[in-house]
């Protein structure tokens, strides 16, 4: 342990990772290393100025949010309150069936692979972004739907924010209260996480995109349950179905439900979010790795991959 502590405090020593605002290790159910930094920092695209960090910071997680939403998709389904994966999407949103009748499923929305004309490739900071044009438009679920099909269904993966608010909108009309007070209730309570905050739309509605704010500690108590199989809090067949590699990303690199799943080497599952957000789960190691950062659409600043090279080197 000392010899992960010693290289990630190097790292941090030489000034490889300036963008690092948290990061809290556990293994083995002890935590077993913790460190917080500090620097602008930013909810969405609004400035909070120059915070230090602490543990009770709470912070965005960005995209890991998405991966959160799957977790709550599961619970809502063992309760009967959300469809079966196969269910047809449209039928999950009868405001919208004056829309073409597309054979879209809800498992093509887990997936990420709705085939859909979708770009979220130059910044968040842009409505040529898809997500942030979805956020914009009137309609955040209309604008979603009538995207032009332009693949064939279930046949690639494509990022696609507008999936993970398709599954946000069943969740909340099958629970009947807001996301965020859905997931108080089956997820951060019983999982002891009792401050949270869930970025709102303008519509007042929680943006399963990338709205949550966590600390890097809660952050790793949900990479713990995960690693434990759901701690009696997510279905843990769920998990199993939702942690399989599903659609291929790029070598060993695959996508469940809303998680990467690696299958190299040595397995792991993860989500991650934009400006360096981690959260990785590495079961054969009995580890998990949470990750803030500040690193906002700076895709090829290393601060993320230096820390996580230290920390998981043997």
């Known amino acids: 342990m000392t010899g992960m502590v010693d290289r990630l405090d190097a790292v941090l020593n030489a000034g490889e990772a300036p963008g690092l605002h948290g990061i809290v290790v556990v293994q083995r159910g002890e935590r077993v290393l913790e460190r917080y930094g500090a620097g602008q920092d930013f909810r969405l695209g609004d400035p909070l100025g120059h915070v230090t960090f602490d543990a009770g910071t709470p912070h965005d997680v960005r995209s890991i949010t998405k991966s959160v939403v799957a977790l709550l998709y599961g619970i809502a389904l063992e309760s009967g309150l959300v469809p079966d994966p196969g269910e047809r999407l449209l039928d999950q949103f009868p405001a919208h069936r004056d829309l073409a009748d597309a054979a879209l499923t809800v498992e093509h929305a887990l997936t990420m692979t709705l085939g859909l004309e979708w770009d979220e490739s130059v910044p968040y900071t842009s409505a040529a972004n898809s997500e942030i044009a979805m956020e914009e438009a009137p309609d955040r679920y209309r604008y979603v739907l009538e995207r032009p099909i332009v693949e064939e269904p279930g046949t690639r993966w ?66 713990v349950m995960v690693l434990r199989g759901g701690d009696g809090v997510v279905p843990e067949s769920w998990l199993r ?74």
Not at 283 to 289: A, E, I, Q, W, Y
């Open 158 to 223: 494509s990022y696609c924010g507008g999936a993970t608010a398709l599954l946000g909108g069943i969740i909340a009309r099958g629970a009947g209260r807001p996301l965020d007070e859905y997931a108080r209730q089956v997820l951060f309570e019983p999982l002891g996480i009792g401050a949270f905050e869930w970025t709102k739309g303008a519509d007042g509605v929680p943006l399963a995109a990338a709205g949550l704010r966590l600390t890097p500690r809660d952050l790793a108590a949900i990479g």
């Open 241 to 314: 179905e939702a942690l399989r590699p599903r659609v291929p990303i790029d070598g060993d690199r695959h996508y469940g439900y809303h998680w990467y799943v690696e299958t190299g080497a040595t397995p792991a599952v993860s989500a991650s979010g934009n400006g360096g957000q981690r959260l990785l789960v590495i079961p054969s190691r009995d580890l998990v790795v949470a990750v803030t950062a500040g690193d906002y659409d700076v895709f090829d600043r290393p601060g993320t991959a230096a820390v996580l090279d230290a920390v998981l080197r043997d």
